[in-house]
DNA sequence: CCATTTATACTCTCCTTGAGCATAAGATGG
DNA sequence: CCATCTTATGCTCAAGGAGAGTATAAATGG
């Protein structure tokens, strides 16, 4: 029911609950786009919110600086889901799972600490692109799904199946979207190609490769790497990854890690350098193979100086 | 500290919190924005997110068809955030707010539900550009956002500040962009020029023109507006906000009513057109000024057909 | 009939973007 | 030193998209 915040009632009720943090921490080292990962890369780092901080996003910073010893670049808020007794039984508490994707770089995670740094396409083999469209989606995924499709009693529900695969996937002449991440994984997902830890039927029945996850941190993955793969479009982001100088093809190898697919050289020079996204520190790239390559550094003003938001709509020049 | 989620700890401690939904339900009205309120349009409709459903979505969507009656077109979650004893005193339970931004058309509001819709406009007079610059911006809100950036001490930091609010409000021959609603807000609240009801100096020293709104109320719709007005975009959502049948004259004000701008008429045309998002009903407009306009209906079709999503990488033709 | 209002069809031009060509500058092996 | 390989970097081209503007059509109310 309606009601004025004011008239709040003051007693906690039957709805007490527990919040929880999870965060998808992105690093990219040598062309591999990483996730920061406990329990042996099985889980995302989460933990108790603790009401002692300002907010949930300096909550997140405060727990993750004191995880990996090194301040959190960008912080941004994922999603926030209910877990009804993920334990199963009724008499256990409640919970609310708030995710956050933060980007960082590699660096030495705190000693004692059971987190590491693992391949996100370790989760997601069939989202790297970046050397052609991996066999085992045209071998084994696609005829699977095909299969699913097929298997639904009114044809309509049919096409509209194969409909949804063949857009997400890339099927039929279309076109690879590398921004349909939690799509493709819902897919997997509901067409039971990918059980996960913990699902009834489940037992390491592996159909698609791909490693699974507790509960559904998969899941909560895949709407980062999502997130992520749609804001390097329009959001400098990428240099939250990167050292502090940097080769334009170190960058390029960067966004083509993230977005899982390969960019067209110059033209990305091109949009760097017209966005004025970057500033020659004057040194050139060390031992590497070919022509010496110029370094660059990031122009922390852009951030400052515009305020990058997409437009689409026929407006009127002003 | 990481830890696995199946060690989760089964007592609720001493962080047991209640998690309440907060909804920015919109609807678009003969070219006004509007968006359901209570307590007499001092605060969006919110309520206790009961367990018994399925997910945080459904829940909303229970909620909002009970107190309005009919369903809830599109929905979208916004924001999560924390508000620690927003009462004041120590003792009351800490609460999370979740945040859902949802598309409907102006309906009847069930009887005896203090529920009622307001123009959007009138929280946020500064965001309408439609008929121009509202006159208060260059006369009021101009000079007090450079003299507050001049209240600043070190030059560097004034200059900081201005370049925000040039940026923000498009200022030294900048262009507006109507996406940043909610930076404009904070910018605003920040520079102490719209205190907002409970705030300690604020009794009514409204400086700049706007209805304020209960606690944050009032920033949560400025995120669900800057969504909205990101949104339009890229995706179809403007159709939840239309009648079944519409000319596209009407389409286009409903999106001019979002943007807080004008559009092009002949490319909104086209752009509509080419992109076969609408249909012809084979009927005209009745009763209206000027020539008479075709009635299209929006496809439905295009939704499982595309999956509109940007891309703005210089990627390679496939 | 005329002014007014809205609908609808085209055209034009600039800019963006995908793509390719050509050249430069280093290393390495003969 | 030269051929070759690899990466860096500069430049051009063509198609399509997007912002404007022109022109015409179809209704209404004097």
Not at 161 to 170: H, V
Not at 174 to 190: G, I, K, P, S, T
Not at 214 to 238: E, F, M, N, S, W
């Amino acid at each position: 029911m309606a009601r004025s915040p004011q008239k709040r009632s003051t007693a906690p009720s039957g709805n007490a609950i527990t919040a929880d943090l999870v965060a998808v921490l992105v690093a990219v080292t040598d062309g591999t786009p990483k996730i920061m990962t406990i329990a042996g890369g099985s889980a995302l780092p989460s933990g108790p919110f603790e009401f002692s901080h300002r907010s949930l996003q300096t909550a997140l910073r405060a727990w993750v600086e004191a995880q990996t010893g090194h301040p959190l670049g960008y912080v941004e808020q994922l999603y926030t889901f209910a877990d009804r007794g993920r334990s199963g039984d009724a008499g256990t508490p409640h919970s609310v799972s708030i995710s956050y994707l933060g980007l960082t770089r590699e660096d030495q995670v705190g000693a004692g600490f059971e987190a590491h740094w693992s391949g996100w396409y370790g989760y997601f083999p069939w989202e790297d692109h970046r050397a052609g469209v991996p066999p085992f989606l045209a071998k084994v995924i696609t005829p699977k799904l095909k299969a699913w499709a097929k298997s639904a009693p009114p044809p309509a529900l049919q096409r509209e199946r194969w409909q949804r695969c063949a857009i997400n996937f890339g099927l039929d002449d279309r076109a690879w979207n590398e921004e349909l991440v939690l799509q493709r994984y819902e897919l997997l997902y509901e067409s039971g190609l990918i059980p996960e830890t913990g699902r009834e039927h489940g037992r390491d029945t592996a159909i698609v490769p791909g490693k699974p996850m507790t509960a559904d941190h998969r899941r909560i993955l895949a709407t980062g790497i999502a997130r992520l793969r749609a804001k390097i479009k329009y959001r400098p982001v990428v240099f939250e990854l990167m050292p502090a100088e940097f080769t334009l093809l170190q960058l390029q190898r960067s966004v083509e890690a993230l977005a899982g697919r390969l960019v067209h050289k110059q033209n990305f020079r091109r949009l760097i350098e017209q966005q004025e996204l970057v500033e020659e520190t004057g040194a050139m790239a060390a031992d590497t193979v070919g022509r010496p390559a110029k370094l660059f550094r990031f122009r922390h003003a852009v951030l400052a100086e515009r305020a990058v938001a997409g437009t689409k709509l026929p407006l009127t020049r002003t």
